[in-house]
Each structure stands twice: as C-alpha cells, then as structure tokens.
Nanobody, 123 residues
Framework: QVQLVESGGGLVQAGGSLRLSCAAS????????MGWFRQAPGKEREFVGF????????LYADSVKGRFTISRDSAKNTVYLQMNSLKPEDTAVYYC????????????????WGQGTQVTVSS
C-alpha cells in the first residue's frame, strides 16, 4: 500500500519556485528519516536531499545546495521540499522516501517510497 504521498509538482518557468509535500502516517513520520530523490528522463534516479527524524541534520546533493530546502512539520506529519531558482535540469519525477538505516544518499537504503510527483521547469 502507498504510505507516502507526494504532491505539489507542476510546470514552472526557470527561476521560479515550487514546494513539494510528502504526507506520511504519524508512525512513519516519528520513526523514519526522510529523503527526496528524483529521476529525469533517460537518467538514473538520484539523491536530492535528506532530513533526519530528529530534524538534527539536513543534507543535500551538490546540484541543489543553496536552492532547495527540506523541512519537517510534525503537526502535519509532512516533509517539504522547497525548491527555489529552478533550472530546466531540475525537471524530473520527484520521490519521497523513508529509511531508518543504511546510507542516506543511496536509494537501496530506503524502505518506503511514494508514487512520485512530476516537476517540469521550462526555459
């Protein structure tokens, strides 16, 4: 069953912003670290960012540092990916995922995945 639900994707012009949401159950939100991945057409799925369950640490891929920000809202059991200064190369399906062990930037470490939300950035 789907236990993570992404939303907020869409079409935006280069330089614009979007905020993606990943809604989880209270149990998942309290137990798991959360990561964001993306997969562009013709490319492998790649790591975007990570936030620990305690919100003590956030980590980002070099390609999005300074532009993307991950946050957690415990009241809503939701993780956000704020994306600013979007570039055409950010176009991809974005996935939220949950892990409680393993390497934070490797997709094999993640136990639970959402269905993905499409982000398209035009020139």
């Amino acid at each position: 069953q789907v236990q993570l639900v992404e939303s907020g994707g869409g079409l935006v012009q280069a330089g614009g912003s979007l905020r993606l949401s990943c809604a989880a159950s209270a149990r998942i939100f309290s137990i798991y670290n959360m990561g964001w991945f993306r997969q562009a057409p013709g490319k492998e799925r790649e790591f975007v960012g990570f936030v620990s369950r305690s919100y003590a640490v956030t980590l980002y891929a070099d390609s999005v540092k300074g532009r993307f920000t991950i946050s957690r809202d415990s009241a809503k059991n939701t993780v956000y990916l704020q994306m600013n200064s979007l570039k055409p190369e950010d176009t991809a399906v974005y996935y939220c995922a949950a892990t409680n062990h393993g390497t934070y930037d490797q997709q094999a470490s993640y136990k639970l995945w959402g269905q993905g939300t499409q982000v398209t950035v035009s020139s």
